[in-house]
């Protein structure tokens, strides 16, 4: 049944309808969730408190973005108070100033080797992307998460983190550039990539 | 262009959004080898995630969640 069909009938009390909507999302928001506060257990509590939470409000949901954008900009704000709450933070820990003036020219670029994804098996890809991407400061992994791998638009991102939209443009370049260079030390191609920093720096600057 | 330049340009680029023309960026693409590699591998990194297969969810978690949204269900 198409998503439109889901949303009105689950408005009007159909409690099967939002059982299918809750299934069509549920692994993207768990694992959303586990992107965001790291551990499968508070993961878990916050796709509960997620879906609980859209449920309630289920009559406000405009259906003017998909159901989709609404339940993750709910899923992200859970997943956030979540680590609050953990770290006894006061501040949202996605207020923190980023902007360290840190040169964004990679000091080395090389080429990978073909097929990256052929090159491991594939819960050993599955591990270094969780890994990589784990090590990443909140901000960036949040919204390289969002746009990247749930495929929400700029606008999307930056209403559901509630930035300004050149914050979600900049923390994505930084997560973009970041990640690159933390998965080209696995992919890069044997005996390139060697040369010294200085001399690795791309050319054309002058 | 600078390769600064192109690396603050490089996610319009990678997402072709907004409404630049992209003439100059390729010229500079095409002439300067350490940029192609970043354009390629950082195209690469996103397509790993994109392409990153979603683990089915546990029929025990789906459960429990079912159980929480019924005992939430208003009576009517």
Redesign the interface.
């Known amino acids: 049944m198409p998503e439109a069909e889901l949303v009105a009938a689950a408005q009007g009390?159909d409690?099967g309808a939002?059982?299918q909507l809750?299934?069509r999302y549920?692994?993207?928001v768990?694992?959303l969730a586990m992107r965001i506060v790291g551990n499968e257990a508070d993961a878990?509590d916050v796709?509960?408190e997620a879906?609980?939470k859209a449920?309630?409000k289920l009559d406000s949901f405009q259906r003017q973005s998909s159901f989709y954008t609404w339940v993750v900009r709910i899923a992200v704000n859970e997943a956030l108070m979540k680590l609050r709450r953990r770290r006894g933070d006061r501040e949202l820990p996605l207020d923190q100033e980023l902007d360290t003036g840190e040169d964004?020219?990679?000091r080395e670029?090389?080429?990978?080797r073909p097929n990256?994804?052929q090159q491991m098996a594939?819960q050993e890809?599955?591990d270094l992307?969780n890994q990589n991407?784990a090590s990443l400061a909140l901000p960036y992994r949040v919204v390289?998460q969002l746009r990247?791998?749930e495929?929400l638009s700029?606008e999307e991102t930056a209403d559901a983190l509630h930035l300004t939209v050149p914050a979600v443009?900049s923390r994505?370049?930084r997560a973009?550039?970041q990640?690159?260079d933390k998965?080209?030390r696995y992919?890069r191609r044997p005996g390139d990539g060697s040369l010294p920093a200085g001399a690795?720096?791309?050319?054309?600057?002058a | 262009m600078r390769c600064t330049q192109l690396i603050a340009e490089l996610c319009a680029y990678l997402d072709q959004e907004g409404p630049q023309a992209w003439a100059d960026f390729e010229a500079h693409l095409a002439a300067c080898r350490k940029c192609r590699q970043l354009v390629e591998t950082c195209r690469q990194t996103i397509l790993l995630y994109r392409s990153e297969p979603l683990p089915p969810l546990p029929a025990a978690i789906h459960s429990r969640l079912m159980t929480a949204v019924r005992r939430a269900r208003p009576a009517k």
């Open positions: 009390g409690l939002f059982e809750m299934q549920e692994p993207r768990l694992r878990e796709l509960q879906f609980l449920y309630a964004l020219l990679p670029v090389e080429d990978w990256p994804e594939r890809l599955q992307l991407i390289f990247d791998v495929g700029t443009k994505l370049l973009r550039l990640l690159r998965l080209s992919f690795a720096r791309p050319e054309g600057q």
